[in-house]
């Protein structure tokens, strides 16, 4: 013993001195002499193999007396247990030892750590899968009795050994019949499950509050040590609990629900929560093992009444049944049922629905007629409807109520409407879609109409045809009860519209009629100034086809046709008599030009300017369509157009320099109509007048010529 340190000696002479198991101090010893030899595992079993002195030995009780001993020595804090393996314990780390099985630890902080192993760690999804629907199910986790977290209406809760009443079975059986949301799943007994989890508690406590700068090397290595042992503690328990739980009972509705046992604790759990929702929610059932999404409902809405239910739609589902009558009970109650109270009563037992099943068979009473949706006291339409399924934000101010009953007779008589105002029979035959395709009618002849409007100022006489759509606007308004009820107040003035207004103008817009009207205004916009010229009573018949409030009717466009066909002739010989005249002028002009002495001295060249703009003219004329402007060109021509070219003739033949020689006025041409004659009355009235007059004018003229300029006649 004298190679052996001395605080270790005091270890085993204490032992040598307090313990009356001679077979314990030798363990202790073998301990001792392997605890720096880190590939000896000190497990229960080798410990027993090293401390085996007789070849014949009986090995079972062999074993047992090992585990006597280890048992003793660790409850006396001469070695510890980690997990399965035994470590003999210095002075130094004996007193921590033993100060670390003081440490208070109570049943909260032991809850707290099953949960988070088993919940958060092995289960660890809040939300579990029910197979046959492919829906997540969120439960209440629960250990031993204590709720952790948000309660939920299905229940998981696990019974670990440190429950009071672990191992009454018939406590788990009464709960579980009690409450058909519970599943109880109770663990096996394990002898060192709970010793271990207090003890990873209060290793943790303890080195939480000893960390210090001002510990010897010795004890940090120490607390080190039991950090790293205690974080293999942990994952050790994480091993057993999920072992434990693939191996523990499961109570189900008052009774022990037989499952056969599995290595992981989490595919039990998921196992047994399937037949808990079966449990649990027995009318889940009604919704089949059909998947609804929201493609589901949008193909229930969006879809006809044939394509749904068929030829006969009068067998309602199961599913639906419940929703409707919770409405109509509701109804009779006078309470009002949202959108939000339907998912809050089937989303419970004992039903169990998801949202978007909810929402399908909602949808299908809806598709039926077996009830309205509205919002704001608005009946939705298809596509409101089927926004305010899928809008969580409104389900709180959507209600359902019972389709009203409507009386037969006036589901006929409106489809009888229907046929005779669309001239096609009517799709429907539930009452509220005999209403939906009447309105869907009305809000599209409403838009034809609107858009035969946009019209009116080519076609004026289209304005009879506000009244109609300012009645199809009212009616596409109404909710389906009142059209069903007032159908006699708005019959005969729809028919009547349809036959007087409607159907005539469509006739005319969609046939040759139009064409017609169209060419006679065209004709009348593009030849106003040319009319002006023409005397013919065919003008009167075109402009009164063009004002006339119905020019539809009667034989009032094809006597146009007749009227627009003369007048039309008569416009084009008009122009070419005009043209005509034109050009004579023109050409009568230019002669004037050639017979000018002026003219004579120019070469080719200088005649052909002079000649140039009198030719344009004349190529004008032939293109122009308008009387007013060939009468307009041949007046420019004959008092403009002739005396600015004979001006340019003098200048172009009267050369420079001879000007200067001469030292004489430059020759210029003057129109006489831009002679002002300087005579005091306004018109002549005796042969003295005339005279006179002839005598001022004479006088102007002669005054002109003497300045040297000529007048163009």
Request: contains cysteine; glycine residues 2%; aromatic residues 8%.
């Amino acid at each position: 013993r004298s190679t052996i340190r001395g605080e270790i000696q005091n270890a085993i002479t204490l032992a040598e001195k307090n313990l009356d198991n001679e077979f314990a101090i030798r363990v202790l010893k073998a301990l001792f002499l392997v605890k720096y030899y880190s590939n000896f595992k000190t497990t229960a079993r080798n410990v027993s193999v090293l401390m085996i002195d007789d070849i014949n030995v009986d090995l079972k009780k062999h074993e047992q007396k090992v585990q006597e001993a280890l048992n003793i020595l660790e409850t006396q804090n001469y070695i510890q247990r980690n997990g399965d393996l035994y470590e003999f314990l210095t002075d130094d780390e004996k007193d921590i030892q033993e100060e670390i099985k003081s440490m208070e630890i109570d049943n909260q902080q032991v809850t707290q750590l099953l949960k988070e192993i088993l919940f958060d760690e092995i289960i660890r999804d809040t939300r579990i899968r029910y197979l046959d629907n492919k829906q997540e199910y969120e439960y209440t986790s629960k250990i031993d009795g204590i709720i952790l977290g948000r309660e939920r209406e299905l229940t998981i809760e696990i019974i670990t050994p440190n429950f009071d009443d672990y191992g009454n079975e018939s406590l788990f059986k009464a709960q579980t019949m009690g409450y058909n949301t519970l599943m109880m799943m109770v663990l096996p007994s394990d002898e060192r499950l709970m010793k271990d989890m207090r003890m990873y508690l209060k290793t943790g406590k303890y080195i939480k509050q000893s960390r210090s700068t001002t510990n010897k090397d010795n004890i940090k290595q120490i607390l080190y040590d039991k950090s790293q042992q205690n974080n293999e503690r942990r994952q050790e328990l994480v091993l057993i609990l999920r072992k434990l739980l693939g191996e523990a009972d499961v109570f189900l509705n008052g009774s022990k629900h037989e499952m056969i046992s599995t290595s992981d604790g989490k595919t039990k759990v998921v196992k047994g929560f399937q037949d808990l929702i079966k449990i649990a929610y027995p009318s889940l059932r009604m919704l089949g093992k059909v998947v609804y999404t929201d493609d589901t409902i949008k193909s229930i809405i969006r879809s006809t009444q044939d394509d749904l239910f068929g030829t006969d739609d009068s067998a309602i589902s199961e599913a639906e049944s419940e929703i409707l009558n919770l409405v109509v009970r509701r109804k009779k109650q006078s309470d009002r049922t949202s959108l939000q109270d339907i998912r809050e009563h089937f989303s419970k037992k004992p039903y169990g629905w998801y949202a978007n099943g909810i929402w399908s068979v909602t949808a299908r009473l809806f598709k039926r007629g077996k009830i309205e949706i509205r919002q704001d006291a608005n009946l939705l339409s298809d596509e409101e409807a089927l926004d305010a399924l899928l809008n969580t934000r409104t389900h709180n101010n959507t209600l359902l109520v019972p389709q009203m009953e409507v009386d037969p007779r006036h589901v006929r008589q409106l489809s009888e409407m229907y046929h005779k105002m669309f001239d096609e029979v009517c799709p429907a035959r539930e009452a509220k879609d005999v209403a939906n395709a009447f309105r869907d009618m009305v809000k599209s002849e409403l838009v034809a109409i609107n858009q035969l409007l946009a019209s009116v100022e080519n076609y004026p006489f289209l304005r009879v045809m506000e009244p109609l759509g300012g009645l199809l606007e009212k009616l596409a308004d109404k909710e389906y009860a009142w059209l069903f009820t007032n159908v006699k107040e708005y019959e005969d003035e729809l028919l009547d519209a349809k036959e007087d207004v409607l159907d005539p103008i469509k006739k005319f817009w969609h046939g040759e009629q139009k064409k017609i009207y169209d060419s006679i205004r065209i004709f009348i916009q593009d030849n106003q100034s040319n009319l002006e010229y023409i005397q013919s009573d065919e003008l009167a018949k075109l402009k009164e086809v063009y004002s006339h409030s119905k020019p539809y009717s009667g034989n009032l466009i094809r006597d146009a046709k007749t009227a627009r066909d003369t007048i039309t002739q008569k416009v084009l010989d008009q122009i070419e008599a005009e043209k005509k005249s034109a050009i004579r002028v023109v050409e009568r002009v230019i002669d004037v030009l050639k017979k000018n002495v002026e003219f004579e001295k120019l070469n080719n060249d200088k005649k052909v300017q002079v000649l140039k703009p009198f030719n344009e003219e004349i190529e004008k004329l032939r293109e122009q369509r308008f009387i007013a402007n060939i009468r307009q060109a041949r007046e420019r021509v004959e008092n403009e157009l002739l005396t600015t070219q004979l001006n340019e003739m003098v200048k172009l033949a009267t050369p420079a320099d001879t000007e200067k020689e001469t030292h004489e006025p430059k020759v210029h041409y003057i129109t006489r109509s831009t002679i002002k004659v300087n005579y005091p009355n306004s018109e002549l009235r005796t042969e003295a007048d005339v005279n006179e007059y002839v005598e001022a004018l004479k006088k102007e003229f002669l005054k002109h010529i003497r300045e040297n300029k000529r007048i163009s006649l």
